[in-house]
Structure formats: C-alpha cells, structure tokens
C-alpha cells in the first residue's frame, strides 16, 4: 500500500509541475513516505531523516507523509529539519501545501476524511509489468496490536465502475499484472458489490494477464471468493492469510474474532478448492502474557499448514492501541529466542517447498533484471514464487518456461526450457 501511495503522490506532484530526479543533490523537495506497523519502520525514518539532514541546503523542503505523519503528528516538528507534514488522506493538498511554506514556517494537516479513496488520479507507475489497483483503503477491525484503524481511518470501498475503467485502461496500456489492494480486501462492499465481484471481474477483462490481491483477514474470506480464485485461471493460486498467533487466547487479546480451529477448516478449504494454492502468513511472538504453551500453539499451527513463506516479527508496542495498555511482561530475550525457532522452522518449511518445484517446467512473468546482475532475469510464478534465471532471448514483461535447477528457502534458480 506504501508503494502504490507513492505512485498516487507522484503523479499528484507530476501533474503540478513538479518532475523525478534522481539524486538527492538534484532536489529541492524531499518526501518521506513513512509505516508505522513497528517501531523499527519508524526508527529506520528517523535515521534517514538525520542522515539527510546533515546535507540540507537552505531552500531544500523536507515532507513527512504517511502513517507515521498521523500517528506523532507534531511531535515530529522536533525533528528540526521537517516543514510539511502530511496524513494519508490528505494527498491532494501536497502541492498546495508546499506553496503555503514560502509565508508559513511549518504545516501539518493529519484531518481523516472517511470519503477519500483517491480513484480519481493518475499513479505515476514505476512498473511497466505490474500494477497496483487499490480497491479500499483503512480498516475497522482494531485488532489491539495495529496502529492501521487509526493512522488509516475507517474503511472505505471505492467505486466498482471506477476500478473496473482503470484495470481496463492499464490492459490497454499491456500490463502484464494487476494487483488489487486494500488494508483487509475482504471487507470490499460498494454498492451492493463484494470483494469476490470485483476479482472476477477485473480477471474477466483479459484471461492473459495475471490478477494479484493482498490482504485478506481470516474471519472475513468467504467461501465465494475461495471459489472464484478456484474457478479463473489467471488468478494467482497465492493467498496471504496472516493468522498471528496459534492460541486462542492470545488471539482473544489480540481481538483477531476468530480462533485457531477456524483458521485450520479454513486452510482445509482453501487447499481443498485450490490444491496447487501457496500460501504465505504474518506471526507475531512475544505478545503481552505469551507463554511458553501459547508459543507452542503458534510453532503446531505453523508446523501443521506449512506455509510456503512467512512473515515474522517480534512484538513492539504502538502508543495509542489497546495492547499498549497492557503489561509488555515478555522479557527480549525470550522474544528473540521464540523469534529465531519460528523462523528456523519457516525457513525449512520453506526449503523443503521450493526443493519439491526442481525438475519442474514453470511458467514465469519476467519482472526485471536479477537484484544482482544484469545478467540475469527475475520474476515470479502464479504462486508468488521468485526465480532468477539467465537473461537470454526473452524480455521483461513476457512470460516464458522455465525449468527449475536449484533452489533455496527464499529463491528458485532456472534455466530456459
């Protein structure tokens, strides 16, 4: 979501004058797209604040935007360096804004506005493969660890016919992917539209192009949109379902609203539906009161689903959440030692998945030169899989065969076929 409002912010500045460089010592404005989902994102912000600090030039405008602009607000005017600060839905106002910095010394506007979804304007894609589409944005499911409802606002769909003209014009303009988006896609409703709607008819457009969705929150994916994943071949057999934690009753304080025996008849569904689905999750340890036995819940459950990739985190305290409230009784390194055990299993969960795919020939939408060398492509498989392989005849943005030769627990290596 970061990613596409940093598209949406450039095309506002674009479309106001404003061009892209490509150097800090280029700009005169320098904006800040910030998390704040864990106090590490918001740590890693300040420190590129002070680092760029250290070379700003006198007309030089630093602009904080995003979740962490809403959540500290002016506290963030102690870092001297900043004069505009933004909330997410207040994008719009961005070149406005800057105009007003040359009579005012500092502006913040973090007002909620529980009708923007920003359909209207034109993203300045940085991909010529893949598209984001968001689809709804905030949430209202204040599960008590996540600053999300209150940096993000209350969910909001956006218009069907909206996202529907929009998927048709990136077709025309011969994307290859089309990612739809929102805090909790499930929780889509407009105008009697639900989110399984959408997906297929956004996958209905083109049977060639690849259609992509995340998030999705377990008390809420139904029945019907298992089904339509199932039942249209361009639809990416992949599904992020974080489940957090495998005991009841750290969900139950966690206020997830569903339990571990949900969560599992789930998973049977959705393997069941879609028996080549790869399915991917987010696990926090060290919550308030987790014990050991609440732990162990978590390390059955990751163990029992096996989940072809993870995200893992040690739990950190957002001020202004209910879980802030409660007693962080769970010493750091006990965190830290329940972190390293889940993502060692993970990792050779992990292993074993990618090790199952060598040998096979698969089909890869090339995304861009390999992180390490221009030698090489990278892309992904329906799955969600990455795979880097010899750049040879092919070209980013088409899909080829490919035969896996190697792998590791993040990465499949392979040849053309």
């Not at 956006?158 to 990612?179: D, G, P, Q, T, V």
């Not at 297929?200 to 049977?207: M, P, Q, R």
């Not at 750290?250 to 879609?274: C, D, G, P, S, W």
Request: some cysteine; overall charge neutral.
């Amino acid at each position: 979501m970061n990613l596409s409002d940093s598209e949406i912010i450039i095309g506002i500045m674009k479309e106001n004058g404003y061009e892209n460089v490509n150097s800090l010592k280029e700009a005169n404005i320098i904006l800040f797209n910030t998390c704040s989902v864990r106090e590490h994102a918001e740590e890693r912000v300040l420190q590129r604040i002070r680092n760029i600090k250290k070379s700003k030039q006198n007309d030089m405008v630093f602009v904080l935007i995003g979740c962490m602009a809403e959540r500290l607000k002016e506290k963030l005017f102690m870092e001297k360096s900043i004069d505009l600060i933004l909330g997410p839905d207040n994008y719009r106002k961005l070149p406005e804004y800057i105009k007003q910095l040359e009579y005012e010394k500092r502006v913040c506007d973090t007002n909620f506005n529980n009708e923007e979804t920003y359909s209207d304007l034109i993203p300045y894609r940085q991909s010529n493969v893949t598209a984001w589409i968001p689809i709804m944005r905030g949430c209202d499911n204040l599960c008590s660890y996540c600053i999300v409802p209150f940096t993000r606002g209350k969910e909001r769909s956006r218009n069907f016919k909206s996202i529907i003209e929009e998927a048709k014009k990136l077709i025309s303009e011969n994307y290859k992917e089309l990612y739809l988006l929102g805090q909790n896609v499930n929780s889509y409703y407009y105008d009697g539209k639900i989110f399984s709607d959408v997906l297929e008819s956004v996958a209905k457009l083109n049977s060639d192009v690849r259609i992509r969705f995340m998030t999705s929150h377990p008390k809420d994916l139904s029945d019907d949109l298992i089904n339509t994943i199932s039942k249209l071949s361009n639809v990416c057999k992949y599904i992020h379902l974080p489940f957090q934690s495998g005991s009841n009753r750290i969900l139950e304080v966690m206020n997830r609203n569903y339990t571990r025996e949900h969560y599992l008849e789930l998973i049977k569904k959705i393997k069941k539906a879609i028996p080549d689905v790869s399915l991917s999750t987010d696990i926090i340890v060290g919550f308030p009161s987790e014990t050991e036995a609440d732990f162990l819940d978590t390390l059955n459950l990751l163990n029992e689903v096996k989940f072809d990739s993870a995200f893992m985190f040690k739990y950190s305290p957002r001020e202004g959440t209910s879980a802030y409230l409660l007693n962080d009784d769970v010493p750091e390194n006990i965190k830290s030692e329940r972190l390293s055990k889940v993502i060692d299993i993970q990792q050779n969960i992990s292993n074993v998945s990618n090790k199952n795919l060598i040998g096979t020939n698969q089909e890869v939408l090339i995304e861009s030169y390999s992180k390490k060398s221009d030698a090489e492509f990278q892309g992904r498989l329906g799955n969600n899989k990455v795979v880097v392989f010899p750049a040879h005849r092919n070209k980013i943005g088409e899909t080829t065969k490919i035969k896996i030769i190697k792998s590791n627990s993040a990465t499949l290596i392979g040849e053309l076929v």
